[in-house]
C-alpha cells in the first residue's frame, strides 16, 4: 500500500522563527490533508490541498503530485503553534475515502 | 454549525467487556470513518460508511464492527476488550464517500482499557 513518510519527526524552533514540514507519498492521491493536533487530541484542519498552493494566514501549503511530495510552511510562528503536524492521503486506488497518516512532526516553539 | 461530535470523551474500561462509541457527522455530510490513534502513532483507518452502507474495513480484528444510522450517525462497538485496544478514537465526517472529498475530525474518545 501506499506509503507517507513525514519530516522532520521533530523540530524545535525559538518563536519567530519560519518552518517547513514536508509530506512524501509512494503513489497517487485524490486527496491530501495537513492536520494540527492539540494537546487535547482534536485534529484540527489545516489544509485540503491535493494539489497546488494555498495560503491561510502565517501558515501555506503546496503540493506537487507528479513528485508526489506536500510543504507546509509555518512563517513567524507562535507557542500556540506547538503540537504534532499530521500530512494525510486518501490513494489514488481507494475508493473508500480512508486516509493514510503519517507519523506526524512534532513541533514545539519556545518563547 | 456544529462541528463533528462524539461521545462519550473518556471511557474506562476492564478487559473482556464492550464498548459502544457514538459519532454524529456534520449536517449534510453522509460519510462517517472512524480511526484508532495510540499514543505516539498517527490515527488508523478502521471503517468508513457512507449511505448506511459500508464502504471501507481497515485490518482491524472481528471484535470491531460499526453501523450508520438513517441520520448518517454511527456507532463503533468492540467487543471482547484488550488492553491493547486502549486509544483515542477518532471519528471523522465528509460529505461524499471518496474523491474530493475532505474530511473533519470531532474530538475523540479516549479509551482506557485496564
Known amino acids: 500500500g501506499i506509503q507517507v513518510e513525514q519530516s522532520p519527526p521533530d523540530l524545535i524552533l525559538q518563536e519567530g522563527a519560519n518552518s517547513t514540514l514536508r509530506c512524501n507519498f509512494s503513489?497517487?492521491?485524490?486527496?491530501l490533508q495537513w492536520f494540527h493536533q492539540n494537546p487535547w487530541g482534536q485534529l484540527i484542519n489545516l489544509f485540503y490541498?491535493?494539489?497546488g498552493t494555498k495560503q491561510n494566514g502565517r501558515l501555506s501549503a503546496t503540493t506537487v503530485a507528479t513528485e508526489r511530495y506536500s510543504l507546509l510552511y509555518i512563517s513567524s510562528s507562535q507557542t500556540t503553534d506547538s503540537g504534532v503536524y499530521f500530512c494525510?492521503?486518501?490513494?489514488?486506488?481507494?475508493?473508500?475515502?480512508?486516509?493514510?497518516f503519517g507519523q506526524g512532526t512534532t513541533l514545539q516553539v519556545k518563547p | 454549525d456544529a462541528g463533528v461530535t462524539q461521545s462519550p470523551t473518556h471511557l474506562i474500561k476492564t478487559r473482556g467487556q464492550h464498548v459502544t462509541l457514538r459519532c454524529s457527522p456534520i449536517?449534510?455530510?453522509?460519510?462517517v470513518s472512524w480511526y484508532q490513534q495510540v499514543l505516539g502513532q498517527g490515527p488508523q483507518f478502521i471503517f468508513q460508511?457512507?449511505?448506511?452502507?459500508?464502504?471501507g474495513r481497515g485490518n482491524f480484528p472481528d471484535r470491531f464492527s460499526a453501523r450508520q444510522f438513517p441520520n448518517y450517525s454511527s456507532e463503533l462497538n468492540v467487543n471482547a476488550l484488550l488492553l491493547g485496544d486502549s486509544a483515542l478514537y477518532l471519528c471523522?465526517?465528509?460529505?461524499?464517500?471518496?474523491?474530493?472529498?475532505?474530511?473533519?475530525f470531532g474530538p475523540g474518545t479516549r479509551l482506557t482499557v485496564l
Open positions: 471523522a465526517s465528509s460529505l461524499r464517500g471518496s474523491g474530493n472529498n475532505e474530511q473533519f
Open positions: 503513489d497517487s492521491v485524490n486527496n
Open positions: 490541498i491535493p494539489s
Open positions: 494525510a492521503v486518501e490513494p489514488g486506488s481507494s475508493n473508500t475515502g480512508k486516509l493514510i
Open positions: 449536517s449534510g455530510h453522509k460519510s
Open positions: 460508511y457512507y449511505e448506511k452502507e459500508e464502504r
